[in-house]
Nanobody, 120 residues
Framework: VQLQASGGGLVQPGGSLRLSCAASGRFVSIPVMGWYRQAPGSQRELVAALTSEGNTNYADSVKGRFTISKDNAKNTAYLQMNSLNSEDTAVYSC???????????????WGQGTQVTVSS
């Protein structure tokens, strides 16, 4: 699976951005898609994840501000980010955990990172 992420950029504090992550390739299903971020000097952390059943998981720091969603027809996940602040500045990467026909295990794929900078 190849993941193409887009939507990062520079935004002022309090602003919004929407990230997109489009999956392509050969897969049977994508049980989980998620967004991670890594700020300079910090470890990569989970921001939000969405299962194929619709269950979500958010980092405490983004609850109520970020929303993860998915368009199954387009195999694209989105991360709507509102009320952004400087602590949200990081490189955001998407991840897909997927199944391939003929294999009884979960595979994992990462998209390229997209920079989100929150600054006035």
């Amino acid at each position: 699976v190849q993941l193409q992420a887009s939507g990062g950029g520079l935004v002022q504090p309090g602003g919004s951005l929407r990230l997109s992550c489009a999956a392509s390739g050969r897969f049977v299903s994508i049980p989980v898609m998620g967004w991670y971020r890594q700020a300079p000097g910090s470890q990569r952390e989970l921001v939000a994840a969405l299962t194929s059943e619709g269950n979500t998981n958010y980092a405490d720091s983004v609850k109520g501000r970020f929303t993860i969603s998915k368009d199954n027809a387009k195999n694209t996940a989105y991360l709507q980010m509102n009320s952004l602040n400087s602590e949200d500045t990081a490189v955001y990467s998407c991840n897909a955990q997927y199944r391939v026909l003929g294999y009884d295990r979960i595979f994992s794929s990462w998209g390229q990172g997209t920079q989100v900078t929150v600054s006035s």
